[in-house]
């Protein structure tokens, strides 16, 4: 993936976010600190809000967005690839529907929790995307990426290797509408643009689970060297089984068939198998999507692992497991120092919480600035947190997730002139926090859990 080397001898946390409102169609500027009694993390001093660009009618400028612009990039991106004509066709008309749709949502005369997001104009999403209602066509459509995007895949090690600028997106979890509201705000991947870092877990409980997987398997495939995928907890085909009704399995078979939806079930979660599970960027910021473990292992270890990896594979292998499922220690609790056993799994041993003196040290040992990771949302968070001494980035990017009432966030990192990379939230604004709720919402998610239970590793 492009080059990788990096004369940046740090990372700068910026001292203002970019946070975005579509409830008011405004950009609403507050000055404060992000909130130390967050579930997690401490408050990063002097934070304020930067307001983002609006055009005459008041509406956020998606001009960046240029479909046609970026059609015609993925024309020369792909025509460089070794996939077949109609393949290169259908990716390219499925990215060009996405930059189209993410105009359309950013829009939107009103602005509505996932859950309640009929499609553009009340038409289904996944019919937008590939041009097709007929259920069989879709279920041929998904599995056809997902093979594509196996052998882009393999060309690739375990652990990714790019450099800024880049964004990095946190748990999607099926809010597709989300995600379209970050790419219409923030910015829609392009073969001129930053590279794009999507953490895993990007199925499971929304009502949207198909359209998001379409999305992101297409621009990989188009723009091979600015997107990365990397593996969650929740590309699995396991926790996908063991959702139940709101898991990424019984989806499949809702909205595709039995027999359709449980092929392409088993194409997808076959390419999960060849995901990544870390990206190193420019040298300085490694990103999992669940964190460190116990911190005793090195960058060469997860670079020189070998996939595809299943489900018995991965939980066999404590590294690999933890950089999935483990999570940091919030620096105000009382045992905040050391590895400890997780609650997630019911203190079995296999999963680990870490406190930022293991953070510490596993950044020395492999030379890092600071590790981003993703996997936690907070009640009425901002959907990034900061701790660890600044060496431990959160990021979430859905929002108001499970009845969080928590912001949707991605992590915006660009150089500058002094030789440092600039770390900088971009933040989607939740619609249940400290507002009314749009009439006809639903405040809470029908399939809420609290984030921090305990049987969450079941889940």
Known sequence: MGATGSAYHDVVLAADYEFVDHSTRQDRVQRHALERTSLHGTAAPGMHVKPTARNSSGLFDPSF??????CQGLQESLGCSTFKAHHRSEVEGIVHQAARLAQIVGQEQTDVFDQD???????????????????????????ALAKLLQSVLADECTLVE???????????????CDMMLLFHDFGFPHMNGPTYVFNGDWVDRGRHQLEVIVVLFALKIALPDKIVLLRGNHEDIAMN??????????????????????ATFRDVTNTFNWLPLGCLISQQILVVHGGIGAGEWTLGQLKSTRRPLDHAALAADLMLWNILWSDPIADEEKDSFGVHDSPRDRHAHEMFTFGKDVTAKFCHRNSLSMVVRSHQAFKRGYGHDIMHDGKCIRVFSARDYEGAENDGSVLDIQPN????????????KSLAKDQQVPPGSSKRGPYEQNARDSKCAQQ
Not at 65 to 70: K, N, P, R, T, V
Not at 117 to 124: D, E, F, I, S
Not at 126 to 133: A, D, N, V, Y
Not at 169 to 175: N, R, T
Request: proline share 5%; glycine share 16%; charged share 15%.
């Open 417 to 428: 002139q002094s030789g440092s990379l600039v770390l900088k939230p971009q933040v989607l």
């Open 241 to 262: 089984q063991h959702m139940g009704q709101y898991g990424f399995y019984a989806r499949c078979l809702h909205r595709l068939g039995e027999n359709a939806g449980g």
């Open 65 to 70: 967005l240029a479909a046609d612009s970026i």
């Open 162 to 176: 790019t450099s800024a600028p880049a964004k990095i997106f946190g748990d999607i979890h099926g809010q597709f």
């Open 117 to 143: 997001w009929a499609g553009p104009g009340g038409t289904n999403p996944l019919e937008f995307l590939l041009g097709t209602g007929d259920v069989r066509e879709q279920s041929f459509a998904v599995s």
